[in-house]
């Protein structure tokens, strides 16, 4: 007798279940889903490559500069990655819609190349990074850090010591 009752109030009640993937799903605040990478923020410091520990987020030297790749499918959301980035280059957004077809699970990464460029300061090859404005006091203007961008590592830390600021 007790079955009626349920089944009956689950007929009136309807289904309990989301329609997931066939339509909007609710999604808590707060919640680690996919992460977004911007590559005019990176410094290539590879510090999430570091601390992502299933192996989600690889940096490779190509010929055209340094490959950012990661991966969906093997990503854990535990947030490390945005934890230790010092530039804020990598964060998580709130969508968790992955679902996709076996056949598509080479198109679930990111991947993004900070192309080689010849420094304007000394001509040497270098990569067109992001500086890194941790401990930089006064904060960098956006024309500075666009001329920071063109610099290699040594005209960087010449140009900040021109600039009064110790790295």
């Known amino acids: 007798?007790?079955?009626?009752?349920?089944?009956?109030?689950?007929?009136?009640?309807?289904?309990?279940?989301?329609?997931?993937?066939?339509?909007?799903?609710?999604?808590?605040?707060?919640?680690r889903g996919r992460i977004q990478f911007k590559l005019q923020s990176c410094t290539g410091c590879r510090a999430c490559e570091q601390v992502c520990a299933p192996?989600?987020?690889?940096?490779?030297?190509?010929?055209?500069g340094l490959r950012f790749m990661r991966w969906h499918n093997t990503c854990v959301f535990c947030g490390m990655c945005e934890f230790y980035c010092p530039t804020d280059a990598?964060?998580?957004?709130?969508?968790?819609?992955?679902?996709?077809?076996?056949?598509e699970k080479y198109g679930m990464a990111i991947r993004e190349v900070i192309p080689y460029i010849a420094c304007t300061g000394c001509g040497m090859?270098?990569?067109?990074?992001?500086?890194?404005?941790?401990?930089?006091a006064p904060p960098f203007t956006p024309e500075e850090i666009e001329q920071q961008r063109n610099l290699c590592p040594a005209c960087r830390k010449k140009a900040l010591a021109e600039r009064g600021v110790q790295s």
């Open 55 to 64: 192996g989600a987020i690889r940096f490779d030297k190509t010929p055209e």
């Open 125 to 136: 090859k270098t990569l067109a990074s992001a500086p890194n404005p941790v401990g930089v």
């Open 90 to 103: 990598i964060s998580q957004s709130d969508d968790w819609h992955m679902a996709h077809a076996v056949g």
């Open 1 to 31: 007798m007790n079955f009626l009752k349920i089944f009956v109030r689950n007929l009136v009640k309807g289904p309990s279940t989301i329609p997931f993937p066939f339509a909007p799903a609710w999604t808590p605040e707060r919640m």
